[in-house]
């Protein structure tokens, strides 16, 4: 990639020589066996990525703000509540996507821009008691800030949420 302007961005990306030519291969059909065979080995590799060889991983042909609403088309009802921890604009993002739902949404925020909430404060929010979800967002571009997901998602899950991580800066970007 030498001789080529780094982009030093969250998205798009810059692809290898490599990755640009196996771009231009002829396209398939989604039902031919060489499709299925690549996009099953796509899938087990994301369930190494993921640290989780018995789940379910989802590829999204979209961004990652189609991720977050199919996350909230999915799992939330009208009335139901969610705990966002909120360290910026994609947190603000997750809340407006899960309140189009119906969510009734509770938010810990960073107490300054560049910061998160702290474990101690999620988990009195927690406290609250009556949370379907509790959504995280890895690592927020908008403001630098990356938080600590297995501390959170502990939290949540004693607490008796499903912790949605936004990991698409952290895991894919």
Do not use: W
């Not at 603000?92 to 309140?99: K, W």
């Amino acid at each position: 990639m030498k001789g080529r302007k780094l982009l030093m961005i969250p998205g798009p990306i810059e692809f290898t020589p490599e990755v640009l030519q196996a771009m231009g291969a002829p396209t398939t059909s989604h039902v031919a066996p060489n499709f299925i065979a690549a996009f099953g080995q796509a899938l087990e590799r994301l369930r190494q990525v993921f640290l989780c060889p018995d789940g379910q991983p989802f590829i999204v042909a979209g961004s990652g703000t189609l991720a977050m609403d199919m996350a909230a088309a999915n799992l939330i009802e009208p009335g139901d509540r969610v705990l966002v921890v909120n360290t910026g604009v994609f947190g603000d993002r997750f809340v407006a996507i899960l309140e189009r739902y119906g969510a009734t949404v509770a938010q810990v925020r960073a107490p300054a821009i560049g910061d998160a909430p702290s474990l101690e404060e999620v988990e009195e929010a927690l406290k609250g008691g009556g949370y379907k979800l509790m959504t995280v967002t890895h690592v927020d571009t908008s403001t630098g800030v990356a938080v600590e997901v297995k501390g959170l998602a502990a939290l949540g899950r004693a607490y008796g949420a499903l912790v949605v991580v936004d990991g698409g800066c952290a895991v894919a970007g």
